[in-house]
Each structure stands twice: as structure tokens, then as C-alpha cells.
């Protein structure tokens, strides 16, 4: 069956180091996301991406990056953890009508 | 960019009453609102969604009403059950690009 995985599920890294959150998606869909979820806050986007080579800022996208070099994969980097990014993080895919599917989502805690 | 606010942040029912969840949205130009359900510890999934040439969509014991002059759309809930606890998110965008959610709401229902 077609899904979405995201890795790793749980992490613990300390401030100021390189982290990187995988998503893949098994749909072929062509539009994936990247959503952080803070209580309060709800689910906030952070990148988004079109199709292969389209990365796209989110509305909190200070301090993360994203590359898409093919339809499957969508890996989310912060360059240099900060406590503040201690977050569940969520990625999903779609069509273009619509739904998004999510990922079970990767709980990140910076020290 | 898109803007939703959400309310109420709680709401608690007894079991079998109704629940009503409300939200704003910013950019006239949306079309598409869907609602999530996220229980805990899972990932948020579609319930429900409606596009903006409709006012009005049902499906089974849940609806979704949509005011495009006055930008709001609401989630019901009828015959509430213990099951339907969980956080509902709302969301807004203008074609599936750059989908925004509200903060949430977290629904217990009372046996």
C-alpha cells in the first residue's frame, strides 16, 4: 500500500548541531510539506515544495531548509538546532485537489 | 499570506449533545477548507472539507458550513460519542498551495 514514513520518529540532539528529518512518500504525489506542531499553535508550515527542484519558504521557515532532487523524498535540515525548534514534526503530501496525507510525524528535542 | 483563527481553543459535551467549532479565515481568494481530526499521539486526518462554490457538505453525523461574504466556516458535530474526542484542526488555502491551519480545538466528550 501506498504511504507516507517519516524518520526518525524520536530524537534527542543538543543545541547548535545538524539535524535532519527524512520524509518519504510512496504516492508519486507532487506537492509535499513540511509542518511543525507546537501546543497553541497548531500545525504551522515551514517548506513546501511543488515538484522535484520547487522548495517553497513556509511561514516559519527561519532555520531550516529543504531539497527535493526527486518526487519521493522531501528531508527537512536545521543547519544548527536551537532549543526553540524542540517541536513534533509532520510531513505530508497531496495532490493537486486537496487532502494531505500525513506522516505518523518526528518528535525532535533540542538541549 | 493566509491567516486562520480558530475558536473556541476547548470544548467539552456530554455525550449526544452537539459540538461546534468556528473559524476565520483572511484571504478572500481561498477555496478550499478542509477539517482535521488528530487523535492523540496520531497523525491529523481529513474528516471533512468543502470548497468555496458550496455553503454547505454533510456526511453522516458531521457538516460543514461555509460563509464566504463573512470568511467564517464551522465544523458540527451531532450525536457526540466518547470517539469524537480529539483536537480538530481547521485550515484555508487557495488551491491546496500553502495550506494554513488554525491553532486547533481540543474536544473531550463527556460519557
Known amino acids: 500500500d501506498a504511504e507516507i514514513t517519516q524518520s526518525p520518529r524520536h530524537k534527542i540532539t543538543e543545541t547548535g548541531r545538524q539535524v535532519t528529518l527524512a520524509c518519504h512518500q510512496t504516492?508519486?504525489?507532487?506537492?509535499m510539506f513540511w509542518y511543525r506542531q507546537d501546543l497553541g499553535h497548531g500545525l504551522r508550515l515551514i517548506h513546501y515544495?511543488?515538484?522535484?527542484?520547487?522548495?517553497n519558504k513556509g511561514e516559519v521557515s527561519d532555520g531550516y531548509s529543504v531539497s527535493r532532487s526527486n518526487t519521493e523524498d522531501l528531508p527537512l535540515t536545521l543547519e544548527s538546532a536551537a532549543s526553540s525548534q524542540t517541536s513534533v514534526y509532520f510531513c505530508?503530501?497531496?495532490?493537486?485537489?486537496?487532502?494531505?496525507?500525513f506522516g505518523e510525524g518526528s518528535r525532535l528535542t533540542v538541549l | 499570506g493566509e491567516n486562520v483563527e480558530q475558536h473556541p481553543s476547548t470544548l467539552s459535551v456530554q455525550e449526544g449533545d452537539s459540538a461546534v467549532i468556528k473559524c476565520t479565515y483572511s484571504d478572500s481568494a481561498s477555496n478550499y477548507f478542509p477539517w482535521y481530526k488528530q487523535e492523540l499521539g496520531k497523525r491529523p486526518q481529513l474528516i471533512i472539507d468543502?470548497?468555496?462554490?458550496?455553503g454547505e457538505k454533510k456526511d453522516q453525523r458531521i457538516a460543514v458550513t461555509l460563509n464566504k461574504t463573512a470568511k467564517h466556516f464551522s465544523l458540527h458535530i451531532t450525536e457526540t460519542q466518547p470517539e469524537d474526542s480529539a483536537v480538530y484542526f481547521c485550515?484555508?488555502?487557495?488551491?491546496?498551495?500553502?495550506?494554513?491551519f488554525g491553532a486547533g480545538t481540543r474536544l473531550t466528550v463527556k460519557p
Open positions: 505530508a503530501s497531496s495532490y493537486s485537489t486537496g487532502e494531505l496525507f
Open positions: 515544495s511543488y515538484g522535484v527542484h520547487d522548495t
Open positions: 504516492w508519486n504525489h507532487n506537492n
Open positions: 468543502i470548497r468555496s462554490n458550496v
Open positions: 485550515a484555508a488555502t487557495l488551491n491546496n498551495n500553502d495550506m494554513r
